[in-house]
């Protein structure tokens, strides 16, 4: 009786963990996700050949960029064509972001009210390129099931934490399930409308990575325009010169 007593307790133990363990599985999904897009395109340090197309109503034009990154917080952007451009730089040291211009030969930082303004003119904002937020750290996030949910994928909400400077009341990102890749992430403005979508495509794989190669901006507002931003190659867990994330390369040029 005492043996049979043991074994009902053990597994009633197991059900127990098994049905906290469904329980709480939603919130540390929403998590793993939430990391992997943070991680998507960075690791402890990258380098990246990108193409960035501009399309407006009045004019389309190609940008050429190199870009390394270490970490969360280090980004230094080359653009390499057109001429016209070629040379300026974009750096962001954690909190802190400078442009280079090369016709004038100055080094310009961008104080933490342009993060949301347009990068060279692109749909992109310098936020987007140097990505000052992180999910994990600045959001907080939810598994939800919006309208349009599709079988087959995973929506992940997220909402700024209190003080944090983003604009958007809410991003939610449409996340394949099998894959875990995004498929699209949309952003809210402050009356809970779409402003801005971003449309992911093209997975390939990059040594031990696998990412969508090709982002498509399209902001909501403005009928006739869109950035798409293409990985031409990706390096993954570089060892980087700490010399590359600095105001006196930014202002070589090279």
């Known amino acids: 009786m005492r043996k049979q007593l043991v074994i009902l307790l053990i597994v009633m133990t197991v059900l127990l963990l098994v049905v906290l363990g469904f329980a709480q599985s939603p919130d540390r999904r929403a998590q793993e996700l939430a ?57 962001r040291l954690g909190n802190e972001m400078w442009n280079y211009l090369p016709k004038t030969d100055k080094v310009i930082k961008i104080p933490p009210s342009m993060m949301m303004s347009s990068w060279m003119g692109s749909d992109f904002t310098n936020d987007d390129l140097v990505k000052e937020y992180s999910f994990v750290n600045d959001f907080v996030f939810r ?22 400077p983003v604009v958007w009341d809410k991003i939610v990102i449409a996340v394949d399930e099998v894959t875990s890749l995004p498929v699209w992430q949309k952003f809210y403005d402050e009356k809970g409308k779409v402003a801005r979508i971003m449309n992911y495509s093209q997975v390939k794989t990059f040594g031990r990575r696998t990412i969508p190669t090709v982002m498509e901006m399209i902001p909501q507002t403005k009928e006739g325009y869109k950035t798409v931003l293409r990985y031409v190659s990706v390096q993954f867990d570089l060892d980087l010169d700490e010399a590359i994330f600095s105001l006196r390369n930014l202002q070589s040029g090279n």
Request: hydrophobic share 35%; aromatic share 8%.
């Open 143 to 164: 598994l939800v099931t919006p309208t349009e949910a599709q079988k087959g994928f995973l929506y992940l909400e997220c909402r700024p934490k209190p003080g944090v």
């Open 35 to 91: 990391r992997k897009i943070d991680d998507l395109y960075r690791s402890q340090a990258s380098y990246a050949q990108v193409e960035m197309h501009i399309v407006t109503p009045d004019w389309q034009r190609t940008l050429s960029l190199k870009a390394w990154s270490k970490g969360q917080d280090k980004t230094f952007i080359r653009i390499l064509e057109p001429k016209k451009e070629s040379g300026v730089g974009t750096l």
